[in-house]
């Protein structure tokens, strides 16, 4: 395997001496449990064989010496009461006690004749065990009691009361009688436990001693170890992460240099867009005090996807962007498709580069940020939660700046009048819990309003200033 690919597949980064200690013990410590347990499941199967061997055999020589006492003494069918049969529940009795074992005799169609608790509970008479299901040995078919009459001992297992029980069946035809043995002993479980927890002992034992060898061997192994690669290491990411803030930076800068640039095409040539950004960060920052799902890696992000809400009105023709008076209803359906224009080109970039946190809040906040709270928004007319957050965010920063800045049909409302207004539109306009926050911060929305004020002889720039613009934006991200 190369080194990166195994390299990727560590579940940690050794980068000490300790590290490397601890993955040398960790691997040993792996292979001797693997040891363990394959060993152990080994000398378990083999031990369960032997005794599940034994116990089989035991039954079926049980099952032989009683069907002996039972034709020595009897000639015949067994009553179910009378001489004979008290001689057949002595003999059934005495062999039980012998072997340690259930003997027990059924009649033809399976129901007790004898049994060694049945002079102590007559009703066992009523027991059939005629469908008792029995597993044969060694090939393990599956058979009823009832069906068997064999004329050998045959031994088996069967599942009885919770457990497994061995059971030995051989058919007496001068007794017309299936004499049987069952045998519940737990000797089994116990013998294999006992004589694996002595291997797990010796096992376990040597396991410590060779793990004990290694760490020991490993630090004499790694006790040279220059710690300065740790500080190179250390360097190394510090550098990456100080390019990758710079990537981002320029990232961020391009972005909002673009999206600048598309901005100039409407009426508005100010700071627009610088304004939406400090006001969307204002409202994301108050809304990590009271909300567990958003975090100020994501109030970063909303700053700068928040440059690209009107990236769309570059599709929309100059002889509706740039109308001095009111648009006609076809004219306004083309300026309402500005929000789908802007989301089609960001997910055209997503669907080139690959999937991006960044691109895909943009492309919320491009498509929905004209949505209205209560479903009267466009382009899809959505409602409450249905509405990303981060265009509810936006949606209320660019309608705060659009009333207070000034525009060739209209003089830029006040900070009071706008906050009437948005305060007006709390659950109909605007997401309610986003007026809050508004109204906890509009002090400094204020504050951002005055001081990044487009002064109003400002006009179109020329080339040169809007490439240094591009640039300001660049280096100010």
């Keep these: 395997m190369p080194a990166t690919k195994l390299k990727k597949c560590l579940p940690f980064r050794v980068r000490s001496r300790s590290a490397l200690i601890a993955a040398t013990v960790l691997l040993q410590a792996v292979v001797i449990g693997l040891g363990w347990l394959a060993t152990m499941q080994f000398a378990r199967s083999g031990m369960e064989s032997g005794v599940r061997d ?14 002996a006492d039972l034709s020595r003494e009897l000639s015949g069918p067994i009553p179910r009461e009378g001489a004979d049969w008290d001689r057949a529940q002595r003999i059934v009795e005495q062999a039980s006690a012998d072997s340690g074992q259930t003997i027990v005799v059924l009649d ?15 009703s066992m008479t009523r027991i059939d065990y005629s469908e008792q299901m029995l597993t044969l040995s060694p090939d393990g078919e599956r058979v009823e009691l009832g069906q068997l009459r064999p004329s050998t001992p045959l031994a088996a297992f069967t599942d009885l009361l919770g457990g497994e029980a061995s059971v030995g069946v051989v058919y007496n035809p001068a007794l017309r009688a299936k004499v049987v043995a069952i045998d519940a002993t737990t000797a089994s479980p116990a013998a294999i436990s006992r004589f694996t927890g002595g291997v797990m002992r010796w096992l376990g034992l040597g396991g410590a001693g060779v793990l004990l060898l290694t760490v020991v061997g490993s630090w004499l192994l790694v006790r040279l170890y220059d710690s300065v690669m740790m500080r190179v290491n250390e360097r190394l990411e510090l550098e990456l992460e100080r390019r990758v803030r710079r990537g981002l930076a320029i990232r961020d800068g391009l972005i909002f240099g673009l999206a600048k640039l598309a901005d100039f095409r409407d009426t508005d040539t100010g700071r627009h867009l610088e304004r939406i950004r400090a006001y969307s960060e204002l409202l994301g920052q108050e809304l990590l005090r009271t909300r567990q799902d958003i975090d100020r890696s994501w109030v970063e992000l909303l700053k700068t996807a928040s440059s690209l809400h009107d990236i769309g009105k570059v599709g929309v023709p100059d002889s509706v962007l740039l109308k001095p008076g009111a648009l006609t209803p076809a004219e306004r359906h083309i300026m309402q498709m500005h929000p789908v224009f802007g989301a089609d080109t960001l997910i055209a970039i997503r669907a080139r580069v690959g999937d991006d946190d960044l691109l895909n809040m943009s492309i919320q906040v491009a498509l929905y940020h004209h949505e209205r ?12 939660e249905q ?13 705060y700046d659009a009333v207070t800045s000034a525009r060739v049909y209209k003089v830029a409302k006040s900070h009071d009048e706008a906050r009437a207004l ?11 819990a986003l007026v809050d926050a508004f109204e906890a911060v509009q002090h400094r929305f204020d504050e951002c309003r005055v001081s990044m004020r487009t002064p109003e002889n400002q006009q179109m720039p020329s ?14 991200a």
């Design 54 to 67: 034994r116990l089989l055999d035991q039954t079926a020589r049980a099952v032989a010496a009683a069907n």
């Design 108 to 122: 033809l169609q399976g129901r007790l004749l004898c049994h060694p608790g049945l002079r102590a509970n007559p």
């Design 373 to 384: 709270w209560d479903g009267t928004g466009y382009p899809h007319r959505l409602s409450g």
């Design 387 to 399: 509405i990303p957050l981060c265009a509810r965010v936006v949606a209320l920063a660019d309608m």
């Design 422 to 432: 948005i305060l007006e539109g709390r659950g109909t306009h605007f997401d309610p």
């Design 463 to 476: 080339l040169p200033r809007l490439i240094e613009s591009m640039h300001e934006a660049a280096r100010a």
